[in-house]
């Protein structure tokens, strides 16, 4: 069963702790991404990565930071330098950057 | 102002009735269109994807392109309870990798 899988569904940070979000695709998409979901809001882009080994900022990468080892891995860590950390997060996949993206269930990030 | 506008809603409607959102946008770059959509705590779910005018149809679901007006539509016919929730509109420029988000709308068929 092909899909997106996120870990953990909830997360919750203490001030100062760098948390690490899970993303892995068996849909053998090249192009992955990571957006953060505000209540009441759209997404908003964080990072995206087009292939194995490089990846590009999105709209909001400050205090975030990701790796691209596997290409049906792109784990999203949270930093303490990220001061509002609270909101869903959400990693999409897609076969190339223009083909329509398909998203996991998403991991909750509270504040402790 | 944001590139994608869409009404937040709430939306509320009776079962049975046709259910009308719809996105504008300022960029004519614009070129592939898609409806997601999402349920509360879930991952937004693709159901259309067009990338030229006119009208594509899958089952209840109508979607509509207008490039000359900026303007994308999409109709779900005799709605049901389970198509309460938020419709996200998404669109990606000719050159582009990267997918712009309208903010959604929240819709609620009533029973």
């Known amino acids: 069963d092909g899909g997106i899988t996120q870990s953990p569904k909830y997360l919750f940070r203490k001030e100062g702790q760098n948390v690490t979000l899970s993303c892995e695709q068996n849909?053998?998409?090249?192009?992955m991404y990571w957006y953060r979901q505000d209540p009441g809001q759209g997404l908003r882009l964080i990072y995206y990565?087009?292939?194995?080994?490089?990846?590009q900022k999105g709209d909001i990468a400050e205090g975030y930071s990701v790796s691209r080892e596997k290409k049906e891995s792109f784990p999203l860590t949270v930093t303490s330098a990220q001061k509002n950390p609270t909101a869903f997060y959400l990693c999409?996949?897609?076969?190339?950057?223009?083909?329509?993206?398909?998203f996991g269930d998403g991991t909750r990030l509270s504040i402790l | 102002q944001k590139e994608v506008e869409q009404d937040p809603g709430p939306l509320s409607v009776p079962e049975g009735a046709i259910v009308s959102l719809n996105c504008t946008y300022s960029?004519?770059?614009?070129?592939?269109f898609m409806w997601y959509r999402q349920y509360s705590r879930k991952g937004p779910e693709l159901l259309m994807y067009?990338?030229?005018?006119g009208n594509k149809e899958d089952g209840r679901f109508t979607a509509q392109v207008d490039k000359s007006s900026k303007y994308i539509s999409l109709f779900i016919r005799d709605s049901q309870p389970s198509d309460s929730a938020t419709y996200l509109c998404?669109?990606?420029?000719?050159?582009?990798?990267?997918?712009?988000f309208g903010g959604g709308t929240r819709v609620l068929v009533k029973p």
């Open positions: 990565s087009q292939i194995v080994n490089d990846f």
């Open positions: 998404a669109m990606i420029k000719a050159a582009g990798n990267k997918l712009t």
């Open positions: 999409a996949s897609s076969p190339d950057g223009r083909q329509p993206q398909h």
């Open positions: 067009t990338y030229s005018s």
């Open positions: 849909l053998n998409h090249d192009a």
């Open positions: 960029n004519s770059a614009f070129q592939y």
